[in-house]
């Protein structure tokens, strides 16, 4: 615990965490373990981060204490988060759930994302208490701790997959006047302007003007903007938005930035499935700590690219993304203790509120 980097992130993580100052030596060395182990597996991360004067079984110990004892507010890492990922003021945001298995107990995670022009950020998420899909109410009371923090008027567009449907959940993004771009099942029905109940695909398909249409869904008081395309050997991908003056599809398609999340998290990163912790309290606070250590990466990227243009491959795409760029340039400071390594966390405002311990 004597590496000059732990303590000096404690001191930095003090501004935006009311904790004690071992439990903030502790968190200081769980987010830099995982980031250099490359793994949320604690003996690993004890193993990589410890002191060579201390047994790794006694901060083995300490890491376990930490999730058995630390409670911090649901969304104590937020706005740290926020700040870190940066981007414009107005956000796209990307609403899905990840889960796998850990023997027989089910992880299920609803994770509302943000979407920046190069990377993408886990912001909020809810550790849900069973396997399949989470209810309206989740969704929505994901969407309120959102709006608590942020307000409605920062949301640019929300995407989702068609999973993420429903009456009342339309019906609550159109109350809260959320701008929205969603897919949805090829087989809904919906009501067109003079009245006839159609079901989209047919619609969209016997369409003269291309594949879009206007109708209205069941329980919603003004029309929906519908866009559509039949890929060769797929079903049809149908997406509904409230906002026009957009391409609907084009919008959809930064909804796949939040799979390339889940890797980044999973095995092109952090290995977050390496955990054996089920119990949701301590998976919410490792999820949080987690979240981080990507904001951090993401942010790192930009110290390492300065104004440079990421490399890209003959068939455009980038030689390597955002995410790893920060990631493996944060390691790389790490193994050092370079002194410059802190540089984004020392950046951020010291105006952030403070969480206090539950």
Known sequence: MERPVITALADLLRRHVDLSKSRLETMALL??????????NLVHVADERGSGTVDPASTYRRLQRFFQHVRLPEDWAAPVIARLAGGAQKRTLVLDRTNWKIGEAHVNILVLAIRTRHSQVPLM?????????????QRIALMERYAALFGTESIAM??????FVGDDWF?????????????????RLATRADGC???LATQITLNTRGRRCTATLDGMSRPLHFAALKPRDGDWVIVATNRTGHD??????????????????????????????????KLHLLTALIALAVAWSVRAARTCLGQDAPT???HGYLARSYFRTGFTFLRNRLRSDHPETLIEWENLPKTLKKARVV
């Open 197 to 199: 109940r159609v079901k």
């Open 31 to 40: 987010t830099v373990g995982m980031i250099g182990a490359r793994t949320v």
């Open 248 to 281: 609907a599809l084009a919008t959809y398609r930064k909804r796949w930035a939040i799979e390339t999340l889940f890797g980044n998290t999973k095995t092109r990163g952090l290995n977050f499935e390496d955990t054996r912790l089920t119990d949701p309290a």
């Open 125 to 137: 998420w809810t550790v849900l208490t069973r396997a399949g899909h989470c209810g309206t109410s």
């Open 171 to 187: 019906k609550w993004l159109e109350d809260n006047d959320i701008p929205f771009t969603i897919r949805i099942a090829h087989n």
């Open 312 to 314: 890209r491959k003959t």
């Open 158 to 163: 929300l995407l989702a997959d068609r999973e």
